[in-house]
């Protein structure tokens, strides 16, 4: 069985679990992927140059996000 095939057999539940296992199992050892050049560039760049906008607290953000997705989803 293909990966695939295995992965598309899940539910929605057990495909955020595998996605939180794989995420853990990546994350566990960041050295094996070292961030790419332009991510410091980028970096770099918002420290030197910082948002003229307001920042949110956390749970305004995080519903700002919501809201974001929630538009997206109904357009198509």
Not at 4 to 29: G, V
Not at 48 to 60: E, I, Q, T, V, Y
């Amino acid at each position: 069985m293909s990966l695939d095939s295995l992965l598309m057999a899940l539910t929605p539940s057990e495909k955020l679990e595998a996605m939180e296992i794989l995420w853990r199992d990546l994350t566990t050892n960041g050295a094996r992927f070292p961030s790419p050049n332009w991510h410091g560039t980028v970096l770099a760049d918002r420290l030197a140059h910082p948002s003229p906008k307001p920042s949110l607290p956390l749970d305004d953000a995080i519903q700002d996000v919501r809201n974001r997705l929630n538009a997206y989803r109904t357009q198509g």
